[in-house]
């Protein structure tokens, strides 16, 4: 596959998540009965409903080697499992786009986590971006630049517990990276974290199933987020990072809250105001700016 086919996907991979923070707004919107549970339960039975199959067919599942079983279950508590909880609860609470902007600082973090666990050093310049990238989530939490907090804290609790989380992930995705492709790590993650939500829905939420409205909206919308969400924008970035590497990949992920936002705005969902797209351009640039390589000697 040419550079030239990869960009567009991995564009198209951003334009994907960045509306699945609408689509799940909107689903708490429109399903009074629908939960956390509910949505992450059913989105990782259709992520994994098509995956499986699909990669079976193909030959291309990878078996679990032995001794690695325990990382797996260990990497799908954190994500999906855990991950989820806290960004879908977050959601809930917050408005789609400001979940993004929050999200879409994960890459500004995993530094620090590297740092820990690899002894690895952390440059001025990412110090820079993570400072730049707060100063656009100030910005974006102003309401009319009044001063007035426009965003739930425990919502914002909930989202930055998510990023706490994904930074555990990466590091424990290094143990796995080596050894498996990258699809085959994913269709592993949402089929044991599928696992992990069915008993904790029907323990916490299974009450709640027959009062939801299963709308021909509510099916595809939940169909748009277990297999574009959750199975192809994961193929289509495995793509970039397998051709570009995961650096200029991962720089395309940084567009995904404009994407929020723009859905957000079509819908009727939010209203455009001077500080979301001010407080967007300062977060992306100080993403963009952290994940500059080194200068060559």
Not at 87 to 113: D, H, K, R, Y
């Amino acid at each position: 596959m040419k550079k030239s086919t990869v960009y567009p996907l991995l564009t198209l991979a951003s334009i994907i998540w960045g509306v699945s923070f609408i689509i799940t707004k909107q689903l708490f919107l429109t399903e009074s009965h629908i939960t956390v549970f509910i949505i992450m339960t059913f989105r990782l039975f259709l992520a994994t409903a098509v995956a499986v199959p699909s990669l079976l067919l193909l030959h291309k599942l990878e078996p679990i080697r032995p001794g690695h079983l325990k990382w797996f279950l260990l990497l799908a508590l954190c994500e999906p499992f855990i991950y989820s909880i806290c960004e879908t609860s977050g959601v809930q609470l917050v408005s789609g786009s400001m979940a993004s902007i929050v999200v879409a600082t994960i890459p500004l973090f995993v530094p620090f986590g590297m740092a820990i666990a690899f002894k690895q050093k952390i440059r001025p310049v990412t110090l820079i971006g993570i400072v730049l990238s707060l100063v656009g989530l100030s910005v974006m939490l102003l309401f009319g630049g009044q001063g007035n907090l426009d965003a739930n804290p425990i919502g914002l609790a909930w989202l930055f517990g998510a990023v706490l989380i994904a930074v555990v992930f990466t590091i424990m995705l290094v143990k796995l990276i080596d050894h498996y492709q990258p699809i085959t790590i994913t269709v592993y993650q949402n089929l044991f974290g599928l696992l992990y939500f069915i008993p904790v829905m029907l323990i916490a939420d299974g009450s709640n199933l027959p009062l939801l409205s299963y709308s021909p909206r509510m099916i595809l919308l939940l169909l748009i987020l277990g297999v574009f969400c959750s199975t192809l924008a994961y193929i289509f970035y495995n793509i970039g990072v397998a051709k570009l590497g995961a650096t200029s990949a991962c720089i395309f992920t940084n567009v995904i809250p404009v994407f929020s936002l723009v859905a957000a705005i079509l819908i009727g969902q939010e209203q455009l105001t001077w500080s979301k797209p001010i407080g967007i351009i300062i977060v992306v640039a100080g993403v963009i700016l952290a994940q500059l390589p080194p200068r060559k000697k």
